[in-house]
């Protein structure tokens, strides 16, 4: 490098002083809302997170709030990339993006530097029973002959279809079982492309069994999938989402996953379970005659089967409530109760009581509030891993709850009783948890588990409420959880309490999230409300309340609503929350924070591309000062992401001008705000080289940039971009997008180009 190089970029003419500067940006990261962190609610005496709300009418509208109308956004680092992950991958709130032709979209990192996109680990599989259970599905014999033919297929379908298990027989019929493998993707990433840059985990001769989750499995990534299997001589079942439409594009490969006929699995596991039970069965080896054994197990069988309150529930998935049914009716064989079902019809609330209340079993001494405290935790934190229920468990029992309870002494604590065996009985816990997950988590034997539990604490302890709340309001506050995926479990938690106590929740917890100082806690209760959106019942109230809070004098409030309309709620009338996020946008109390471009990029990333090109043109060419700076902002926040898995370095925004020579003329506009600014100078510089350096390999792209560039690389911007440009050949010395376009804006070519 050059002392030249070395020395920094030339000033330009025309720039502020400060923006020559360039490596300091004066305003708000588009990718975070950096500022120094801010205190959380604190709660009052009485154990309230903050102050009861006053300043609303019967109706539940907000009539102002004189310390939010003067108080001003103050920005906490929060990772918009990291928090639409986290939402993407939740399963307690669907959240699936829809496009107009139907297709369903994962939206990701552009991940154009050539790093990892996860760690790929691989563990056994360990359910043998499994095989041994197995009921065929439909198509079954198809989806073999494709797996043996290809090496690769693809099963997507509604969960609890029996998907895995079916993955699992597949792989059995071409490897010998102890050589079956299960992929995870460490630390939440991606694992289609994690697996597609790590292709050396695949050992010859072995199986694997790959879930991505709601990730689509494109065309490109099923090619580099199978060419991997191929080369490596391994067989590989994706249990994923169905991405493509049309005449069969994916050669026979991609399967719909229909359940197996429930009854038969029912019946299945019914007499194993049953041949166990006669083996052990003290009635067998008492009575002369046996008063247990096969008949007697052929007659049960075939009661339960005939039995009209059991026939509807074998009707529809998911397949693992049908084995759970199975488990608790051959605990009835004996029973001399008449009604099969008993408690079964309100199990989930009997469950919800037992892990509140008692030690796990019949005759157990009651649980502690150690052992009471993480069994909520687990439950809070369905699929989230270990860490998280252990350490929100640890802060329900030794900071929230010694807050409001009267101990004379304290309540015993003993290291090697606190084992997961120990603290949640097994029937709490699913079939498919195994100690092969990495990272262990907390998987309930069904989420509405968690929805039950969440019901009987909030009716049927009305003691517990107020530790509730508080106890979530800290979970956002501890520095040791803050991770997105548990700020987001937080706030769909507090959504799920509102649909409980909607008056309640909402002026004890949420309306002081949405006035806090912090942007974590406004992002939560904006989360919060969405989660309580998807409920029929409050779509209304929800969105008139959200409507108050862009219409209420606070800036504060005003922020939070920008913020839930990049939710579901503003998904639910795109053109709308667009209008809305205009008129917050023209406020000069949120032109210094990104509420609104998060919104509006998360929009456009759920399936509203054309109408959100359409509010940037206006923005850009807007009288605001402000709605300029937040389309800048929309563009930087939404450079780093492509369209999906198989679509890597392909910037969902260059896919938008592909299609569009007018979003090509509005990019080069945003790009040349964006790098004469001194908030978005540093991030926007190095944003165009992730886009240039991606175009390597895709001819469409490259032809795009090369265009792009020669709109931007003249006038003010030329000795930037020869400064630039010279840093990056440096740096990508094998990039021929790079070479050609610092080629053409050296000799002048650029100059004229458009």
């Keep these: 490098m050059t002392a030249e190089d070395a020395a920094g970029p030339p000033p330009e003419e025309g720039v502020a002083a400060d923006a020559q500067a360039d490596p300091v940006d004066s305003g708000p990261d588009p990718q975070t809302d950096e500022a120094p962190p801010a205190a959380p609610p604190k709660p009052d005496g009485g154990g309230r997170p903050v102050k009861e709300d006053r300043g609303k009418d019967d109706r539940g509208k907000d009539t102002g709030d004189v310390a939010a109308t003067d108080a001003q ?28 032709d139907g297709l369903s979209v994962y939206v990701e990192n552009l991940n154009a530097d050539g790093r990892p996109a996860a760690k790929i680990r691989v563990s056994s599989f360990t359910q043998e029973r499994v095989l041994e259970l197995h009921e065929d599905v439909p198509r079954q014999s198809d989806m073999a002959r494709s797996l043996k033919e290809h090496r690769v297929v693809v099963l997507w379908g509604r969960p609890g279809s029996g998907r895995r298990s079916t993955a699992a027989v597949l792989l059995a019929e071409h490897v010998v079982r102890y050589q079956i493998r299960v992929l995870h993707a460490e630390g939440g990433g991606d694992p289609l492309q994690a697996l ?41 079942v994706v249990i994923g989402t169905r991405a493509w439409a049309g005449a069969d594009p994916l050669r026979g490969q991609v399967f719909e996953h229909l359940p197996p006929y429930l009854r038969a699995v029912l019946r299945r596991h019914l007499i194993a379970l049953l041949s166990d039970h006669v083996d052990g069965c003290p009635q067998a080896r008492r009575e002369e005659p046996p008063a247990c054994d096969a008949t007697v197990v052929d007659q049960y069988v075939a009661r339960v089967l005939d039995d009209r309150e059991v026939q509807p529930l074998v009707k529809v998935p998911p397949v693992e409530q049908v084995v759970e049914l199975a488990r608790y009716l051959a605990g009835k064989i004996h029973s001399e109760d008449p009604d099969l079902l008993g408690i079964w019809r309100d199990r989930m609330r009997h469950l919800a009581r ?13 649980a502690t509030p150690h052992v009471q405290s993480f069994r909520m935790a687990y439950a809070m934190f369905h699929m989230h891993p270990l860490a998280d229920a252990f350490t929100a468990g640890e802060v329900l029992s030794t900071e929230i709850l010694p807050l409001f309870e009267t101990r004379d002494t304290a309540p015993p604590n003993h290291v090697f009783n606190r084992d997961l065996a120990r603290l949640v009985p097994a029937d709490m816990r699913s079939a498919e948890d195994t100690e092969a997950d990495s990272p262990r988590r907390a998987h309930l034997v069904d989420v509405n588990l968690l929805h039950a539990l969440l019901e009987v604490a909030w009716h049927e302890y009305d003691s ?4 509730l709340l508080n106890w979530l309001t800290a979970l956002l506050g501890r520095s ?11 706030a769909e938690i507090a959504g799920i309490l509102l649909r409980h106590d909607v008056d309640g929740v909402y002026r004890q917890l949420i ?93 456009f990333l759920h399936g509203a591309g054309d109408p959100v090109i359409e509010q940037l043109r206006d923005w850009l060419g807007a009288s605001s000062d402000h709605l300029p700076r937040h389309a800048v902002r929309t563009m930087i926040t939404l450079g780093r992401f492509s369209s999906g898995p198989g679509r890597q370095g392909r910037p969902a925004l260059a896919e938008q001008a592909l299609r569009d020579e007018e979003v090509l003329q509005l990019l080069a506009e945003l790009w040349k705000r964006a790098m004469l600014s001194a908030e978005t100078s540093t991030r926007a510089w190095d944003l165009l080289r992730q886009w240039l350096v991606a175009a390597d390999g895709h001819e469409d792209l490259a032809a795009l940039f090369e265009t792009l560039a020669a709109r ?43």
Excluded at 480 to 490: F, K, P, Q, T, Y
Excluded at 518 to 526: D, E, G, T
Excluded at 555 to 566: C, E, P
Excluded at 726 to 737: E, G, I, K, N
């Design 464 to 467: 517990l409420r107020r530790p």
């Design 73 to 100: 956004p103050s920005e906490e680092t929060l990772d918009f990339d990291a928090n639409v992950s986290a939402r993407q991958d939740s399963l307690i709130v669907h959240r699936g993006a829809v496009t107009g």
């Design 712 to 754: 931007l690389f003249s006038g003010l911007l030329r000795p930037r971009a020869l400064w630039h440009l010279r840093v990056w050949r440096l740096r990508h010395p094998t990039s021929q997008t790079l070479q050609r376009i610092e080629q053409a804006v050296r000799t002048g070519s650029a100059s004229h180009g458009g």
């Design 196 to 236: 597609c840059e790590q292709p050396e985990k695949l050992a010859e001769g072995h199986g694997y069994l790959l879930d991505a989750g709601g990730r689509p499995v494109t065309p490109e990534l099923l090619d580099r999938l199978v060419q991997s299997a191929a080369d490596r001589r391994a067989y590989l």
């Design 511 to 603: 309306r002081p999230w949405a006035t806090g100082r912090s942007a974590v806690y406004r992002q939560c209760a904006a989360v919060a409300m969405e989660a309580a959106f998807v409920d029929e019942e409050l779509r209304d109230r929800v969105a008139g309340q959200v409507r108050d809070w862009a219409h209420s004098p606070g800036s504060l409030l005003q922020d939070s609503a920008a913020r839930a309309y990049g939710t579901q709620i503003g998904l639910a009338d795109v053109p709308a929350a667009l209008r809305q996020l205009t008129v917050l946008g023209g406020r000069p109390e949120l032109a210094a924070g990104s509420s609104v471009a998060f919104s509006t990029a998360w929009l």
């Design 354 to 366: 037992r892990m509140l209340s008692e030690g796990g079993s019949e005759g157990s001494t009651p």
């Design 480 to 490: 040791d959880l803050g991770l997105e995926r548990v700020r987001v479990r937080v």
